[in-house]
């Protein structure tokens, strides 16, 4: 007989931010892309880090309004973080990553009032925020190796 499991939402119990130590989160910003995950090979991380203090009980929301503080370029209404999770791999020197949310700045979205203790965030694990600001902002060249060259006119 197969064994059922029963899902349970455990209730998560509000922080007193006031006696409880906070714990210091390696956030790592990027501009229209995620840093590669080679880049935290080892030790080493992207150049590109934020160091925030907070609480397990701290929003994706929060920490967007952390970021935005921190970053001009994202404080433009429309711009989406998209936060992803870096934890590294047991017994290995790679890490994994996994889509936590996206937030929206100005805007609400489904994912502003999940926190760090919902998702599989532990102290020690990374938050890589890649930073999209709205199509209206963005200036977007064509790389030139993209753009279709015009074939000669000939009789």
């Not at 935290?40 to 397990?56: C, D, F, K, S």
Request: aromatic residues 10%.
């Amino acid at each position: 007989m197969a064994a059922v499991e029963s899902l349970v939402k455990v209730e998560e119990k509000p922080v007193n931010r006031e006696k409880t130590c906070p714990l210091l989160l390696r956030v790592f910003c990027a501009m229209g892309h995620h840093n590669n995950l080679s880049e935290y090979y080892r030790g080493a991380v992207p150049g590109n880090e934020l160091q925030i203090y907070t609480w397990m009980d701290a929003t994706l929301r929060e920490l967007t309004g952390l970021i935005k503080e921190v970053n001009i370029e994202s404080r433009v209404r429309g711009t989406t973080f998209d936060f992803v999770l870096v934890s590294p791999e047991y017994n290995c020197p790679r890490f994994n990553a996994f889509e936590i949310g996206l937030t929206v700045a100005g805007n609400r979205s489904p994912d502003d009032s999940k926190t760090l203790g919902n998702t599989r965030f532990a102290i020690g694990d990374y938050l890589d925020v890649c930073i999209t600001p709205p199509e209206r902002f963005m200036r977007r060249p064509a790389p030139m190796r993209y753009l279709k060259k015009k074939k000669p006119f000939t009789h």
